[in-house]
């Protein structure tokens, strides 16, 4: 056997375990389960963390950020989902290391992930790529824009935590949209918003920590 071989039996198990993890933790929706399993989370981390791929943790990246552990993209994507069909055409805003954005590339033919940082977009590139998923639509952009030029969208998720709700994200929902994203500074929790014929709807749901959401590109 060589290492490689080792390595993709090892990731197989320990990702079976992740899954197991995320139903214990009340993750239901086996749309949202089947996609954190078919995406390798361990090609989306650097090769010194490999190990610690599946752990219920978020993980370094590179210029400060990070990767979200396992049960909130799982929670987010769950949320955004429940009583719906498909996220239909979804954007992604804070792409990182591409990894959300590869779950959501299984689950939606229309996905755009937007990325300020360009080093960080460029790794996003290159992941996807190794996770064949090139239908995922990047753009080296200011996440607090949104991505104007492809909305709407039906599914909106953001990947770093806002003071506010960013009003160019709500102008950019479908009728009948979703957005997801944290809100808060010191203290954040999960806010969904969905557009209804008599504006937005909002709902609070579990606290989280997230790396901040800032305005321009580098």
């Not at 950020?65 to 993209?73: D, R």
């Not at 429940?82 to 590339?105: N, P, S």
């Not at 998923?133 to 935590?161: C, N, Q, T, W, Y």
Request: proline share 6%; aromatic share 4%; with cysteine.
């Amino acid at each position: 056997m060589t290492v490689l071989q080792g390595i993709g039996m090892t990731s197989e198990r320990t990702r079976a375990r992740m899954i197991e993890r995320l139903r214990e933790q009340g993750i239901k929706d086996e749309r949202v389960l089947n996609a954190m399993a078919a995406v390798p989370r361990h090609v989306f981390v650097s090769a010194a963390l490999a190990h610690r791929a599946y752990e219920d943790t978020a993980l370094p990246l590179i210029l400060g950020q990070t990767i979200s552990q396992p049960y909130v993209v799982a929670r987010m994507i769950e949320l955004l989902l429940a009583g719906r069909e498909t996220l239909g055409k979804t954007l992604e805003v804070g792409a990182g290391c591409g990894y959300q954005a590869a779950v959501l590339g299984t689950m939606s033919k229309q996905v755009f992930a937007v990325e300020r940082l360009a080093p960080l977009l460029a790794q996003a590139r290159d992941n996807l790529r190794t996770a064949k998923l090139s239908h995922v639509r990047l753009k080296h952009a200011d996440g607090m824009e949104g991505l104007p030029e492809a909305s709407p969208f039906d599914s909106i998720i953001v990947s770093a935590a806002a003071p506010s709700v960013p009003q160019a994200l709500l102008r950019q929902l479908a009728p009948g949209g979703r957005l997801i994203l944290p809100v808060g500074t010191i203290d954040q929790s999960l806010c969904l918003l969905e557009r209804t014929d008599d504006g937005f709807v909002e709902t609070r749901f579990d606290p989280v920590r997230f790396v901040p959401l800032l305005p321009g590109v580098r």
